[in-house]
Nanobody
């Protein structure tokens, strides 16, 4: 089992930035998949970004060029730097870890979620 604890959510104005953090309870390496999903009110959970296989990263089209995923494996932590935030980025953001990454990411573990609210 892996426990994931997110932090860094909050309220920000459109155009602003936030950095989310997710600490894992076990040692991770850059080959261990970790990523982020989000769920807006009334919508299904959707993929945001992931990091795996020694440094590969991928992003949803809606966040490309604005969000950056990074990792500090010495701290077992993955980050999501979110810039140029838009009201449509408002959602609960979930950290994810383990599992498989093929054409899509299928995590084994989930964090409890952190709220991000972007005001217009």
């Amino acid at each position: 089992q892996v426990q994931l604890v997110e932090s860094g959510g909050g309220l920000v104005q459109a155009g602003g930035s936030l950095r989310l953090s997710c600490a894992a309870s076990r040692r991770t390496s850059s080959y261990y998949p970790m990523g982020w999903f989000r769920q807006a009110p009334g919508k299904e959970r959707e993929f945001v970004s992931a990091s795996w296989s020694g440094g590969l990263t991928t992003y949803a089209d809606s966040v490309k060029g604005r969000f950056t995923i990074s990792r500090d494996n010495t701290k077992n932590t993955v980050y999501l730097q979110m810039n140029s935030l838009k009201p449509e980025d408002t959602a609960v953001y979930y950290c994810a870890a383990g599992g498989k990454f093929t054409s899509n990411y299928y995590p084994d573990y989930w964090g409890q979620g952190t709220q991000v609210t972007v005001s217009s």
